[in-house]
């Protein structure tokens, strides 16, 4: 089957053929590699991977969050997120402090120096975003925006809900 323009139909969307789906899951994994590619090159001059590059984000979008609700938004191990949390308190980036409520809780903040890293890395994917966003126009974002929240599962969106409504 072809790509031509009856793929671009919403009817047609619903009957997509393996190979149209393999073609999108390749596009996502070379999207991926895209949107990635720039903070890579950043966090490795640092030592650090996308874990590191995932928490900061996080912890960026709600300061004073903490280590268990971290856990819960990563999907990660409490021994993956540790050596990660770790390896950012001890290089000044994020510093913990104890709950006042709950002194077992430990709650998590971009120092100056965190901040400066997690906007370097947000600057270049804003920057790859916009530029393909301008490109593809706005009904071509709401689409890619509905694909990828109906791609998520109930945990995962729950999570995702809350961040939007930190910004709206």
């Not at 072809?2 to 009817?11: E, K, M, V, Y």
């Not at 540790?82 to 709650?107: F, M, W, Y």
């Not at 593809?136 to 998520?152: K, N, T």
Request: hydrophobic residues 35%; positive net charge.
């Amino acid at each position: 089957m072809s790509d031509g323009p009856q793929a671009q139909t919403g009817q047609s969307l619903l009957f997509l053929t393996d190979e149209q789906l393999r073609k999108g899951i390749e596009a996502m994994f070379f999207a991926y590699r895209g949107f990635t590619a720039d903070p890579d090159r950043i966090l490795a001059e640092k030592s650090y991977g996308r874990a590191h590059h995932r928490a900061i984000h996080f912890i960026h979008r709600s300061p004073g969050t903490t280590v268990n609700n971290l856990l819960s938004i990563l999907g990660v191990t409490k021994q993956s997120l540790n050596r990660v949390l770790r390896t950012l308190i001890e290089d000044g980036l994020v510093a913990s402090t104890v709950g006042q409520k709950d002194k077992r809780e430990r709650h998590l903040h971009l120092t100056a120096k965190g901040a400066e890293l997690e906007r370097a890395l947000s600057d270049a994917q804003r920057d790859r975003m916009r530029a393909a966003y301008r490109k593809v126009g706005p009904d071509a974002v709401a689409g890619f925006r509905q694909v990828l929240e109906a791609m998520m599962d109930d945990q995962t969106r729950h999570h995702f809900e809350a961040m939007k409504e930190r910004t709206e």
